[in-house]
Every structure is written in structure tokens, then in C-alpha cells.
């Protein structure tokens, strides 16, 4: 087995234990840190493809993870400051607590 199909494995198992914790999770936290591994799986994708590709002199799959990177660490600390924000008004971070919320 050749080490792209490996990291590729990696990566779809990493994305469906993220997409598996999203979709299954009630607390708001939990579903962040799934987001999260979706995109670290993203990640590993981009890095797979760069370093076992073509040979490519401009370094795109490093510079894609760099922003990914970026990305992911402005979605925790947005979504953190929202959950602490429903937290002080629901007393709760449950996500069906946050539904009483859009009116």
C-alpha cells in the first residue's frame, strides 16, 4: 500500500469521526471539536497530495494548510465566544437550548 493511500485512509477516517460527532453530539463544544477534525482532515489531504504529486516548485499544499490552519483557529475562537455568549443566556450548552434563540 502506498503511503498517499494511507494518509488518505487517515484522512477519511479522521473526516468521518468529525462528521460522526457534528451530527450525533448535543453539546456545542463537542461539535466544535468535530468541526475541527474535519478540518485537520482537510489538512492531511492537502499535505498527502503536495508531498506524493507532481513535484510542485510554489509549495500550494503547504501555503493551503497555513491557511487552513488560520481558518480553523478563527472558527474556534468565534464559535467559543458565541457559546460563551449562549451559555450566560441559556445557562446551558446544549444546542436545543439555543433554539428559543432566533426570535
Do not use: C, K
Not at 29 to 38: A, T, Y
Not at 82 to 92: G, K, N, P
Request: no cysteine; hydrophobic share 55%.
Amino acid at each position: 500500500m502506498n503511503p498517499l493511500a494511507v494518509l488518505l485512509t487517515l484522512s477519511s477516517v479522521l473526516f468521518a469521526l468529525g462528521l460522526f460527532a457534528v451530527l450525533t453530539r448535543r453539546n456545542t463544544i463537542l461539535v466544535l471539536v468535530g468541526i475541527e477534525l474535519m478540518l485537520n482532515a482537510a489538512n492531511l489531504n492537502f499535505i498527502g497530495f503536495w508531498r506524493y504529486g507532481p513535484p510542485d516548485p510554489q509549495l500550494t499544499g503547504p501555503m493551503f494548510v497555513l491557511f487552513g490552519i488560520a481558518i480553523a483557529a478563527a472558527e474556534a475562537a468565534v464559535g467559543l465566544a458565541i457559546i460563551l455568549m449562549v451559555f450566560r443566556h441559556t445557562r446551558s450548552t446544549d444546542l436545543n437550548a439555543s433554539n428559543s434563540l432566533h426570535g
